[in-house]
């Protein structure tokens, strides 16, 4: 039985890849959520409370997990607080966001990487906008923008650092997707992208790559 951690099930993304991983009976997922609450009911998924902007949350969910053996980390888990026509910096929010999307999600997964098997996966959930390849990268959403790019640049030091753990380290941008963040006009289901991190999850990809849709993408 394989083991894997997801954290911000509650909705959206996260939401609909726990729903599709755990029809495997052969699957235990631990989710993670704010409250601690999650719909899904089944047998071999629990949902733990988590608050990737609090260390002292990160600590009481790493000893919960306690020595518990791995086999994949799907960071989920973050926030876009500005307007989709926002530019200008607001330092409070740019706070807030690098808490979550950045220095949280490295505080948990740096705690988690003794805990991997052999041949486990790191795949972290970042997005287009984190790209410096994508089309008017540089226009609105500065916070969140910044903080998916370190979080890019974050995956590429990981797989580096991991290469002789057995350890595959991956970005993935999941496109826009019809979630809270992303709104009901996006152009993505949740369901095809949990499918993506599925098949993603599913082979033993070469370490350190921006994927979407199957394909390694452009940084």
Known sequence: MKTGIITGCSRGIGFA?????????????????TTG???????????????????KSINDFANL???????FLVNNAGILLENWNE?????????QTFNVNLFGTIEL?????????????IINITSDW????????????????MSKAALNMYTKLLAKRLENQNII???????????DMGGTDATRKPQEV?????????????????????KIRAW
């Open 130 to 145: 984190g790209s410096f390849s994508e089309k008017n990268f540089d226009e609105f959403q500065p916070h969140y923008k």
């Open 109 to 121: 997964t740096e705690k988690l990487i003794p805990n991997f098997n052999k041949n486990g996966q």
């Open 194 to 214: 949990a499918n993506d991190i599925k098949n993603l999850l599913s082979n033993i990809p070469e370490s350190g790559n921006f994927w979407h849709q199957g």
């Open 17 to 33: 890849t726990v729903d599709l991983l755990t029809e495997n009976e052969n699957m235990k997922i631990i989710g993670t959520s």
């Open 87 to 95: 530019s200008a910096i607001n330092l409070e929010y740019l706070r």
């Open 37 to 55: 609450n999650c719909a899904i009911t089944k047998s071999n998924f629990e949902c733990f409370p988590l608050n990737l902007s609090k260390s």
């Open 169 to 179: 380290v991956s970005s993935f941008d999941p496109g826009w997707t019809q979630t």
């Open 65 to 71: 997990i306690g020595n518990t053996k791995i086999d």
